[in-house]
């Protein structure tokens, strides 16, 4: 059970997470442009995303300087940290405000349009190590912590999303401008499914020490499947769904996604304050 403080902080978050989303959905059955829905809904995201970086870094400086999990909460706090530089550049993008000083020279706008992309993958990779130094501490922490069938059966659902991405582009031809955007997809949604592979088990490893953990991890569990699935949304954008009903549908897994770290950043930053 989360003490009475650690509760007060899952609360509001829970409620923002809801608010947003039907919010989001009432725009959209109102016929409000689909576009403006996303970007009010991308702008959202980036404001929890600061707020889940800030608070993993207020987490880190709480450890002391000696504490084995140190290493782990650096590189979440460096996958944030990447992702919000991600997200930046791809708000630029949404309000048309790329500084004409990139955009007039081609070498300069190329890294900015598809180069700079990658960050969401060295993201994901961040977060990734993360999660792994954290599943391995516990594992060499005496508590009896081990993976369990159910959790391995847990990371069988998302290991597929690749595929599924990948059978959504097969017949997508790519615009003559961004040749690569498959691949990065193919690329991206491959680290996302084993980063959220790896939330998955390190759920299930925390679940088997209960309260506080069980939530932090927990929240980070549906942080790595939101991610993974996000992938499959984009894809279907282009093939399976409505475009507009598909790009929504990917910025309400990624608001999800934020919400989730932010929910586990502040769980941890509140419980690591206390010792």
Known sequence: MLSPRLAAIRAPILVIWLAAAVLA???????????????ALFIATVVVEVLALATAMAGRRALAGDDP????????????????????RLGLMYLSAVPSVILKHPALADAFLYGLRYLYIAADLALLLGVVRTLRGLRRSGLGIRTRPRDLLAVLLVVPLPLAVYALQA????????????TFRLLAASVGALAGGYCVVLAGAA???GGTWAWIWGAAGVAGITRALSFVAAAAADH???????????QGLLWTFACAWLLATALHWQHVRRF
């Open 207 to 209: 679940l088997q020490l």
């Open 25 to 39: 959905a009432i725009d959209f059955l109102r016929d409000v442009e689909p576009a403006h829905v996303r970007l």
């Open 240 to 250: 399976a769904l409505p475009r507009a009903g598909a790009i929504l549908l990917e």
């Open 69 to 88: 999990t140190r290493g782990a909460s650096s590189a979440i706090c460096l996958g944030l940290g990447l992702r919000v530089a991600a997200e930046l």
């Open 171 to 182: 017949d997508v031809v790519p615009t003559p401008s961004d040749h690569g955007i498959i």
